[in-house]
């Protein structure tokens, strides 16, 4: 069975990829006291995860813009 790392504080215990999976749960992280090392690593870790839910998002926007576009219907080559 594989082995989870665990964040607790304030009576709540949450797998790493739950605390990190939004926004509220970023910062209460990055508020909670920890050597200067972990918190400069955890502050690195958090503006990669902001980046990549932005780019996510842009992503996202993008493909339904695409696909709700009206393209001119293309007119049939001629059959020789």
């Given at each position: 069975?594989?082995?989870?790392?665990?964040?607790?504080w304030?009576?709540?215990?949450?797998?790493i990829?739950?605390?990190?999976?939004?926004?509220?749960?970023?910062?209460?992280?990055?508020?909670?006291?920890r050597?200067?090392v972990?918190?400069m690593?955890l502050?690195?870790?958090?503006?990669?995860?902001?980046?990549?839910?932005?780019?996510?998002?842009?992503?996202?926007?993008?493909?339904?813009?695409?696909?709700t576009?009206?393209?001119?219907?293309?007119?049939?080559?001629?059959?020789?």
């Amino acid at each position: 069975m594989e082995s989870r790392s665990r964040l607790t504080w304030v009576g709540r215990t949450d797998t790493i990829e739950e605390a990190l999976s939004s926004e509220e749960k970023l910062t209460a992280v990055l508020e909670l006291p920890r050597d200067e090392v972990l918190r400069m690593q955890l502050r690195v870790i958090a503006g990669q995860i902001r980046t990549l839910d932005k780019s996510i998002a842009e992503l996202e926007w993008n493909i339904h813009r695409v696909s709700t576009a009206r393209y001119p219907r293309r007119r049939a080559s001629p059959r020789r």
